[in-house]
């Protein structure tokens, strides 16, 4: 795995870099949320979750940005920051690796469905147009092996049916995962699936 940049660098949580020495417990460690704005949290050392959260970011950082990339995240990398943020601040509670990844897909697309009411918001009371954010290196690399086309159609669906189609055929998800995700019921996710495939199908033989 590739040295995350320094925005996204596990350092800047204790979990997702070395685990400190015992002289270092209850060291200050500042984390950046969604919104950009560093935070600064005291936590007591606890070897345990430390390693368990440092072989979470290994195992899952990828696709957690990728989640967010293609839900539709201007800031991919910050959501899934916080994302782990939060997870971190949990881990107490889970304690158990299975239901922390269920947790942070959970939790990156809450985040990613703010976000994107919130840019709707500013966008919608602006009076000049907002300016498109840059896409970073990691972001593009992300989407490189993705038809572009598609996913540009993908984006302009309606959040629930993007989401469960990017966590049903790229997250490779079960009905039961997805509704855990979505915090709906597999009901939902069935129709929300069947809409975003027919509205996607029709979008994609428009571009033809």
């Not at 959501?79 to 971190?88: C, D, K, N, R």
């Given at each position: 795995?590739?040295?995350?940049?320094?925005?996204?660098?596990?350092?800047?949580?204790?979990?997702?870099?070395?685990?400190?020495?015992?002289?270092?417990?209850?060291?200050?460690?500042?984390?950046?949320?969604?919104?950009?704005v560093?935070?600064?949290?005291?936590?007591?050392?606890?070897?345990?979750?430390?390693?368990?959260?440092?072989?979470?970011?290994?195992?899952?950082?990828?696709?957690?940005?990728?989640?967010?990339?293609?839900?539709?995240?201007?800031?991919?990398?910050?959501?899934?920051a916080?994302?782990?943020?939060?997870?971190?601040?949990?881990?107490?509670?889970?304690?158990?690796?299975?239901?922390?990844?269920?947790?942070?897909?959970?939790?990156?697309?809450?985040?990613?469905?703010?976000?994107?009411?919130?840019?709707?918001?500013?966008?919608?009371?602006?009076?000049?147009?907002?300016?498109?954010?840059?896409?970073?290196?990691?972001?593009?690399?992300?989407?490189?092996?993705?038809?572009?086309?598609?996913v540009?159609?993908?984006?302009?669906?309606?959040?629930?049916?993007?989401?469960?189609?990017?966590?049903?055929h790229?997250?490779?998800?079960?009905?039961?995962?997805?509704?855990?995700?979505?915090?709906?019921s597999?009901?939902?996710?069935?129709?929300?699936?069947?809409?975003?495939?027919?509205?996607?199908?029709?979008?994609?033989?428009?571009?033809?």
């Amino acid at each position: 795995m590739r040295r995350m940049s320094h925005r996204t660098s596990p350092v800047h949580l204790t979990a997702y870099g070395p685990v400190p020495s015992p002289a270092d417990a209850g060291a200050v460690a500042a984390v950046p949320p969604a919104g950009g704005v560093p935070r600064t949290v005291t936590e007591p050392f606890d070897r345990e979750r430390d390693l368990a959260l440092a072989n979470l970011f290994e195992a899952h950082y990828t696709s957690m940005l990728r989640l967010a990339t293609l839900l539709g995240a201007d800031d991919p990398e910050n959501i899934v920051a916080e994302a782990y943020y939060q997870l971190y601040r949990k881990w107490r509670r889970l304690r158990d690796e299975d239901r922390a990844e269920s947790y942070l897909r959970s939790v990156v697309c809450n985040l990613t469905r703010m976000r994107i009411r919130h840019l709707q918001t500013v966008r919608k009371h602006a009076e000049s147009p907002v300016t498109e954010p840059v896409a970073s290196a990691e972001h593009a690399a992300l989407l490189h092996d993705d038809q572009q086309a598609l996913v540009a159609a993908l984006r302009e669906l309606p959040t629930r049916q993007r989401e469960a189609l990017v966590l049903r055929h790229w997250m490779g998800l079960k009905e039961t995962e997805i509704a855990d995700a979505m915090a709906i019921s597999p009901g939902s996710v069935k129709t929300h699936t069947s809409r975003g495939i027919a509205a996607l199908t029709k979008a994609m033989e428009a571009r033809r």
